[in-house]
């Protein structure tokens, strides 16, 4: 249940408003049974407990925003820099001999497609499906062909080339490790924790019923929350890392390709 609602933001966000709600009614009734409710003392000790909870609670949300963001800007930059690295060794394959210059630069345009429908999809990578499976074969033929070729000819521009296919196949593992690496459970529960007792104690604290002191704190940890999950999720959610690079990148070898083409 837990995994499910961290990559679905926006059930995140219901699921917590009403737990949240739910802890401050409990909170608010608490005070009714309490013998010392109209003490002044007592009542700066509860003000003081909510305070530090409270203050714990906006560093941890404030440390775990931090920890998805740059895991967001992680993911991010790899989808540059595995587009950078695939047209590189696309330029440095058309400086290769014939017998490998076409079949190399087919299998690269393949392999782009490949791999915006593996980072396209809406689900889990599925390690056994049909396009990861293509993305490997096609990287096995590449590197195939590269071996062969420096082996033969064991030139400084094969040598160019060996060395910008070895990056893009290095990306693959990259790319699939930054979409695995997320915020760890134990944050998420610490962080859950921290707002069930910080709405507990806010409602605890109250001696009447005030909709702004009772919705303006839930909704805004709903709301970080939920934010966090999006910005972790790399699946589902309303932020999702743009496929942009790659998508232009396939746009571009498959015209030069109808352009070389039309040239024939």
Do not use: C
Request: negative net charge; aromatic residues 6%; proline residues 3%.
């Amino acid at each position: 249940m837990m995994l499910y609602l961290l990559d679905h933001p926006v059930d995140l966000f219901v699921m917590v408003v009403v737990v949240l709600l739910l802890a401050h009614e409990f909170g608010f009734r608490l005070r009714a049974w309490a013998k010392n409710r109209d003490d002044n003392d007592w009542e700066k000790e509860v003000h003081q407990a909510r305070n530090q909870v409270g203050l714990l609670l906006s560093l941890l949300i404030g440390f775990t925003l931090s920890m998805a963001l740059n895991r967001f800007d992680e993911r991010k930059q790899l989808v540059i820099d595995e587009a950078n690295a695939i047209g590189t060794a696309y330029l440095r394959a058309g400086m290769q001999a014939e017998s490998m210059r076409s079949d190399a630069q087919e299998l690269l345009r393949d392999y782009v497609d490949a791999r915006l429908a593996i980072f396209g999809r809406t689900t889990e990578i599925d390690e056994h499906g049909v396009e990861v499976k293509r993305a490997r074969q096609i990287q096995d033929q590449l590197w195939k062909q590269a071996t062969s070729a420096a082996q033969q000819t064991p030139t400084p521009i094969v040598g160019l080339y060996v060395s910008a296919l070895n990056d893009v196949i290095d990306l693959d593992a990259k790319r699939v490790a930054a979409r695995r690496n997320r915020v760890p459970p134990d944050i998420w529960a610490l962080m859950t924790v921290l707002a069930v007792v910080t709405s507990l104690i806010i409602g605890y604290g109250q001696r009447r019923r005030a909709a702004l002191l009772t919705f303006v704190p839930v909704f805004t940890v709903a709301i970080s929350m939920s934010l966090i999950a999006d910005l972790d999720s790399p699946v589902h959610g309303l932020i999702q890392v743009s496929q942009q690079s790659m998508q232009l990148l396939s746009d571009d070898l498959h015209k030069q390709f109808s352009a070389q083409l039309n040239q024939e």
